[in-house]
C-alpha cells in the first residue's frame, strides 16, 4: 500500500463523516499518515461529493461493523457515485475514557458520548452505578466539549485520536463490553488519481475485488452467479444480498473474491457473470488488509 | 398468524431493548396487539435473557434494517440462545416531530432524540436553520422527557406510539430523509412455546426458515453448501457472510429460504447441508411477512 502512503498530492484532504478524531479519522492514519490533512463532513453523502467534487484528494468511509453489519448506505453511494476502492483497513473500536488535564478518576460523576458508545461500556458503568451517563452529539465531539470547558467532574468516551487532538488524558483504556468490535474501512479515490497512482501491494501480498450485482429471481440465479467464481477457484471473501424495496424478486449483492479484477481468470468470471446479472459495477481491487 | 394475535397466555410481558414507544413496540403491536404488555429492558442480551428465563412470554428484536444492514449482535443471540423466530415484520421507520400538548410548531427552538434519529432528519433541520438540535439517550425517552417536563419550546423526535404512550402532539409526521428506512424484526418465543402453539398462516400464505451455518475455506464450500438449496428448486431470500474474527478462512453464513424446514425438500436440503457444514442451526420456520 506504499502508493497512499506519505504525503498527498497538492495537500488535500481526506473526507470523513464525523468530527475531528472519529473513528474514521483512525482509519486515515493506518492507511495514509498520523498528520494526514482531514475534512471532516456532516453526512456520508457530503464525503463522497467533497472527493467527486475536488475538494478532497479522497475520502475514508466505514464500510462493516461485526456487530452492526453492513453500512448499506455506503454500499449505495458507491454505486452512485464512480469513486474506486483503493485500500481497505479495519480498526478496532476501542472506547477510552477521556478527561481534562489534571481530572483524576476518583472526581469523575457524569460521562459524556454518543449513546451507542455509552451502550457499548455497559459492564463499565454497572461497575461505577454513582456515575451519570450523558448522551451527546458524537464521541470525540464529547471529548472536545470537556475538555474545551475545563470539566473537574467530567470525562468523555472516544477513541485514543481524539484524546490526542483535543488534549485530553486518558484515564481508562479499552472499557468496551465486546472486544470483537471492528469497523472496516474503504479508502476512496477519483478514477482519474486511481488511474495515474494504482493501489500497490508487496509481491505476494493478496488482492481483493468488490463488486455490486443484482439479478431477477434468486434461487437458480445466485447460484449460477456464483458458478462464474467457483468454476475458476477464485476465493469469495463477502456476499451478501440485499432485497430491493418495491421490487419483489429483485436482489441486490455485495460479493468480494481474491484476486485483481483484471487478471485472465477475474476477467473471465465477471464476463461470465455480466452474462447472467441484470446489473454489475465492480468497485475497486486493492490490497488486502491486515 | 393468527396464532400470535390476540390475548396472551398468563398476562406475561413481551420483552424489548429500548424505552416504551421504541420501533420495537411498533412492530410487537403489528405482529401481537395493540394492547401487548411489553418489558423494555436495557440490553439485546437482557431481552434474551428475559423470555428464556420465563420472565417474559415472547422477545422482539431488530434484526436488519435496510440502511443499517444486518444486526449481527442479534444473530449471535440467536445462536446462543435456544429461542426459536415464530413470526418476522417490518416496521418503516417514521420519525414524527412530537411536543406537549398546546405547543406549536413556531415556538419550538430545540429538538431532542439520539443522535441517530437526529441525523436522518437532516433534510428537515437545513429548512429550519434556528433549531437547535440536542442529543438525547434515545427517541421515545427524549419525548417523556419533553412531556414530563411540559417544555414550551422544544419538541422530539420519535415514532408514532411513543407520542402516544406519552400523551404527546404530532407536529409534523415522517421528517425523516430518506423513506426506504425499514427495520426487520423477529418473534421469538420459548421451544415449548412454539411447540404448544406452532405458527399457523393461511393456507396459501409462504413460510420462510431462517439457519445459520459455517464452513471452513469459502470458494467451493459456499458453492456447494448453495447447491443444497438450489437442487431442489428451493428459493433463497437472504445470505449473508460473516468472517469469523481470529479465524482465518472461516465463515458464518446467514440464511434464509421460503419453505417450512420440516418440509420435505428442506430436509433434504439441510441433511445435505449438514453434510458440508462444520456448524449448522435452524433459528426458525415462519409465516412471510406482508
Redesign the interface.
Known sequence: MSAHRGKLPGGKPIAFQGARGAFSEEAARQLLSRRVPVLPC??FEDVFRALAEGRAEGAIVPI??????????NYDHLQTFNLPIVAETSVRIVHNLIAAQGVTFSKIKRIFS???A??QC?DFFARYPHIE?V????TAGSVKMVIEKQLPDAAAIASAVAAEIYGGHILRRSIESDR?N?TRFFLLRRPEYARRHPPRASKNAAWKTSLVFSTR????A??RA??A??LR???????????L?GKPWEYLFYLEFLERADAPNAQNALNHLRELADFLRVLGSYPKGA
Open positions: 456532516e453526512r462493516e461493523n461485526t456487530l452492526a453489519g453492513s453500512v448499506h448506505e454518543h449513546p451507542v455509552l451502550n455497559l451517563r448522551p451527546f452529539y458524537d470483537r471492528f429471481n434468486i434461487p437458480g445466485l447460484f456464483l458458478s467464481f467457483a477457484d477464485l476465493n469469495l471473501t463477502k456476499i451478501e444480498s440485499r432485497p424495496r
